[in-house]
């Protein structure tokens, strides 16, 4: 007998004792069920919706990138059109701007610019939000930065105004230049987009909100996001290959949602002879606020622990019932017979986590579309991802828990342990009030990485946000985060083996 049919004959000797002790079958049946029906009373329980004054409205769709991304696109925007190749130079003389009610007394009106305050220069198709740019602006404190289709962002150098920027166009390629005197360029870098012959070119300023995260007072954490502004000054404007008149526009303004918003927000342009005064507020960035489609899979935790269950029953019913002498009496390698029982359970995990997510996922996220939410567009590749992965933390959890129940041999100690290795760390981390670091630390070191692959919209350096596990972001990229729940449950299933080849049945 070969070596490969030896493992086969094992794989279906196992598959053979799984499927006909129906309670296991059941009990699997049972973990994606629980995954469905607690995402589906989410679903259905979950509403939103916006106030007009008095009046309940549904709330606006937020704007759709090139890349299909949900963005946010509301900056002061002085312009006019070019058709082919051109460039615009301007130098930035000076930024300035205003912070509402800041922290710690939240009673002041304070000058000062939030770090992603933006000033520059953009090349846009068009003024709807959403259309591709490519931009070149100096920031509040992240220096020189060139900027396109809202996910991509290249550094310049350090520093502040004042400043000479050049933005050209050459075909579909877009590059940025930096000067400290207008006569020695640096290239910051290129973009190739897709746009139309002709395009808008100008100044542009925006301000994104002033973010700060406080600690409530029964657990949990308060984000405050407070409006500002910023105003910037230019001149020495030069544009080649645009002969047009200067046009305005407030792109994607919406009504303030503060007093101050609503009544003392003078976005605009101030013209005086060579120099432009504008003044903007909003931000040109991906948009991470609000739900994400792995908002639907709260029931997986629930999964798991059953998942986990029926993989410990998997072996310890065998040494309780003295079944496994047995096992290993057919199998004298008893590494290949261990394999043979994880490759089976790990299988049938991942089949039970596959549809529970396969579901739950596009059902879901119509069901709460239907209840006014919104939620951030993940792509299908994303969406395929976050499917496979739920299955693929199915089958990881299920062959740590198979690896536990051979190294404890009682199922009440393996269930516990599993539970404590990746149930435990997980709630911990996002759903008690601990330290943001602490819970960070949990989902790099335990196993509860591997929940990262769920994660749909990624953490953007540029885009100013509470990135917490609290608000669904991992420390872990999701392939690392499941690198790393791969190698617990490899780590584990290498010691069960070793104990199981030098232990007695």
């Not at 220096?143 to 400043?163: E, K």
């Amino acid at each position: 007998m070969t070596a490969s049919s030896g493992v086969l004959r094992l794989v279906r000797a196992e598959w053979t004792k799984f499927r006909t002790v129906r309670g296991w079958v059941i009990t699997l049946v049972a973990a994606a069920l629980a995954t469905v029906l607690t995402g589906m009373i989410f679903a259905v329980g979950s509403h939103s919706s916006c106030s007009n004054g008095p009046i309940e409205v549904p709330c606006p769709v937020p704007p759709v990138g090139p890349g299909g991304e949900a963005v946010e696109d509301r900056f002061y925007f002085v312009h006019q059109p070019l058709t082919g190749d051109g460039s615009i130079t301007v130098r930035l003389t000076s930024m300035t701007g205003i912070i509402t009610y800041p922290p710690p007394d939240h009673d002041k009106i304070v000058p000062g610019l939030v770090p992603w305050a933006k000033a520059g220069i953009i090349v846009k198709d068009g003024t709807r939000p959403g259309s591709s740019y490519a931009a070149l602006m100096v920031t509040g404190a992240n220096g020189v930065r060139m900027q396109h289709d809202f996910t991509h962002d290249i550094p310049g150098r350090p520093g502040s105004t004042p400043r000479w920027l050049r933005l050209t166009r050459t075909g579909q390629e877009l590059t940025g230049y930096e000067s400290a005197d207008g006569r020695q360029w640096t290239k910051v870098g290129t973009a190739r987009l897709v746009l139309p012959d002709t395009v808008r070119v100008g100044l542009f300023v925006n301000s994104p909100g002033d973010l700060t995260v406080k600690q409530g007072d029964v657990g949990g954490n308060i984000e405050q996001k407070r409006f500002t502004q910023t105003t910037a000054v230019f001149d020495q404007v030069t544009l080649r290959g645009s002969s047009g008149t200067w046009s305005r526009d407030d792109v994607g303004d919406l009504p303030g949602q503060t007093d101050w918003e609503r009544y003392h927000r003078p976005n605009g342009l101030v013209k005086s002879g060579g120099s432009f005064t504008v003044t903007g507020t909003g931000d040109i960035a991906p948009s991470v606020d609000g739900m994400a489609i792995e908002d639907t899979l709260p029931g997986v935790p629930t999964g798991l622990v059953v998942v986990m269950v029926v993989a410990v029953l998997f072996i310890t019913v065998e040494y309780r019932r003295g079944l496994i002498r047995t096992t290993l009496l057919a199998s004298p390698r008893r590494g290949r017979a261990l394999a043979a029982k994880a490759l089976v359970i790990g299988a049938m995990a991942f089949a039970a986590g596959l549809a529970a997510a396969a579901v739950t996922v596009p059902v879901g996220t119509r069901m709460l579309s239907a209840n006014g939410f919104h939620l951030l567009p993940a792509s299908l590749l994303t969406e395929l991802r976050v499917i496979a992965g739920v299955g693929a933390v199915f089958a990881l959890a299920a062959v740590l828990a198979l690896a536990l129940g051979t190294l404890f041999r009682r199922a009440t100690a393996a269930v516990v342990a599993a539970i404590a290795l990746i149930i435990l760390p997980y709630v911990l981390a996002t759903a008690t009030p601990i330290p943001d670091s602490v819970s960070q630390w949990l989902l790099r070191l335990t196993p509860a990485a591997g929940l990262a692959i769920k994660q749909s919209i990624p953490e953007y350096p540029q885009v100013l946000s509470y990135y917490a596990p609290s608000d669904g972001y991992f420390p872990l990229p999701p392939w690392a985060g499941l690198a790393v729940m791969f190698g617990y449950a490899a780590l584990a299933l290498g010691l069960a083996v070793l104990k199981l080849r030098r232990r007695d049945a």
